[in-house]
């Protein structure tokens, strides 16, 4: 059996430097609060780009057309709850950045 260099299975070899699968392979145990607080930006920013900017736009465009205050009224609620979910996944990023609990 062929082994394999130690350079050859490093995630430069792949352009995954300062990747996040470049920061989990070298991360020491114990750092799971680095992929962790990661993820969570991620998942930040999919619900922002995701959800909450189509939100914004659909109320834009209720607002401007004249609609019904139930859906003005329901399309602000949305908006709302999004961007209260978004506020406490920053504050639990935050946490884990400043805590490291893991």
């Given at each position: 059996?062929r082994?394999?260099?130690?350079?050859?299975?490093s995630?430069?070899?792949?352009g995954?430097r300062y990747s996040?699968?470049?920061?989990?392979?070298?991360?020491?145990p114990?750092?799971?609060w680095?992929?962790?607080?990661?993820?969570?930006?991620?998942?930040?920013?999919?619900l922002g780009?995701?959800?909450?900017v189509?939100?914004?736009?659909k109320?834009?465009?209720l607002?401007?057309?004249?609609?019904?205050a139930?859906e003005?009224a329901e399309?602000v609620?949305?908006?709302?709850m999004l961007?209260?979910i978004?506020?406490?996944?920053l504050?639990?990023?935050?946490?884990l950045m400043?805590?490291?609990?893991?």
């Amino acid at each position: 059996m062929r082994r394999q260099h130690r350079a050859s299975l490093s995630p430069e070899k792949y352009g995954l430097r300062y990747s996040r699968v470049d920061v989990a392979l070298r991360a020491p145990p114990g750092d799971g609060w680095v992929i962790a607080g990661l993820l969570l930006f991620v998942a930040i920013f999919a619900l922002g780009v995701g959800l909450i900017v189509p939100a914004g736009q659909k109320l834009a465009t209720l607002a401007k057309s004249g609609a019904a205050a139930t859906e003005l009224a329901e399309a602000v609620h949305r908006l709302r709850m999004l961007s209260w979910i978004d506020v406490a996944l920053l504050a639990v990023a935050i946490f884990l950045m400043t805590t490291k609990p893991f």
